[in-house]
């Protein structure tokens, strides 16, 4: 399968070190350009491209890993998702610790919020609960394997990241919708940053 990133960050290479380790095909993207990824690119090796965010965007299935502030410029201009599968892997930090500030949206959730964005796109909550490094790290460990949070609303594109994660190493556990999962997994959550291990 082919994965897009939006953005090219630290959220972006662990998904697509996972993405590429089990032979999907991953196309990142970032705001400077696929000029400014090409030692990114080399590095990846086999099955690693750079490209806009609209080359990126017409992937099978994308990841959405930008900064909350920046998520309107980067999903604005894009065509409608036509269904694609949207994993939405952001935390609503209007500015990042040590000095948080957390966007507030009334009744919405994050992804709610995020989804309203993205028309037609099936998204789903995964990955924001975990930093960087344990995202990016073999979920596989002596005494299990790293839990997975993940909310939607559609059945279908959560089995398919759920399959996705789970041949990755991760054990996936769904948390239902996007508005109570989604509430759950957020900053403030009580899985925000819980990093717990499945039993084999
Ligand atoms: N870091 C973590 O531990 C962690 C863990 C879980 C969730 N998250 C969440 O995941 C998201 C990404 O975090 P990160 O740490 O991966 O961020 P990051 O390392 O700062 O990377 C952000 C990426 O977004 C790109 N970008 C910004 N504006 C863009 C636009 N208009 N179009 C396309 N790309 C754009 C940047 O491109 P340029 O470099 O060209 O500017 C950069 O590649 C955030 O919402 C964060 O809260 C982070």
Known sequence: MRIG???????????????????????????????????????????????????????????????????????GGLPHWDGRVVIDATNQFLSPPPS??????????GSEYVASLLPGARVVKAFNTLHGRYIAADPVHHAGRQLLFLAGD????????????????????????????GRLMQLGGPLSGLHALKQH
């Not at 948080?100 to 959730?109: K, N, S, V």
């Not at 996705?164 to 508005?179: C, I, N």
């Open 154 to 181: 559609d059945p279908a594109a959560k089995a398919q990241v759920t399959e996705m994660a789970a041949a990755w190493g991760f054990a996936p556990v769904d948390l239902g919708s996007l508005r109570e999962g």
């Open 100 to 109: 948080p500030r957390i966007a507030e949206l009334g009744d919405l959730t």
């Open 5 to 75: 990133t939006l953005g090219a960050g630290t959220v972006a290479q662990a998904i697509a070190r996972h993405a590429l380790a089990s032979g999907h095909q991953v196309t990142l993207s970032n705001r400077r350009g696929p000029a400014a990824l090409a030692e990114l690119i080399e590095e990846l090796g086999p099955g690693a491209t750079a490209a806009t965010p609209a080359q990126a965007a017409s992937a099978e299935l994308v990841v959405l890993a930008v900064a909350w502030p920046d998520i309107p410029a980067t999903v």
